[in-house]
């Protein structure tokens, strides 16, 4: 059975930082993608950074570029996603998940969610 779980989350201030976790379990597949998503209330989920497992080859949301950095650790079976220079409207809840995905950042196409892990960026 795939597990994800995340782990990282919390409350800080504007401009701060937070590192994301998800670790992977029951996951067999040689190549895979896994993505970071996000969802607001009310909101459609949308992607934030994926990571190929093989290649390492990552892809961001423009909104994001230059602030957060998605990274694997293959070994460990967890990726990160390191968020900088965070701002209020990153308020949101983060969710890991693994998939195959044509479109690395489109949720749809993605199999297995982890339940989610609250960000909040507040003074």
């Known amino acids: 059975q795939v597990q994800l779980v995340e782990s990282g989350g919390g409350l800080v201030q504007p401009g701060g930082s937070l590192r994301l976790s998800c670790a992977v379990s029951?996951?067999?597949?040689?190549?895979?993608?896994i993505g970071w998503f996000r969802q607001a209330p009310g909101k459609e989920r949308e992607g934030v950074a994926s990571i190929k497992s093989s290649a390492g080859t990552t892809s961001y949301l423009n909104s994001v570029k230059g602030r957060f950095t998605m990274s694997r650790d293959n070994t460990k079976n967890i990726v990160y996603l390191q968020m900088n220079g965070l701002k209020p409207e990153d308020t949101v809840v983060y969710y890991c998940?693994?998939?195959?995905?044509?479109?690395?950042?489109?949720?749809?196409?993605?199999?297995?969610w982890g339940q989610g892990t609250q960000v909040t960026v507040s003074s």
């Open positions: 029951g996951f067999s597949s040689a190549s895979y993608t």
């Open positions: 998940a693994v998939g195959w995905p044509s479109i690395e950042l489109q949720p749809y196409e993605y199999d297995h």
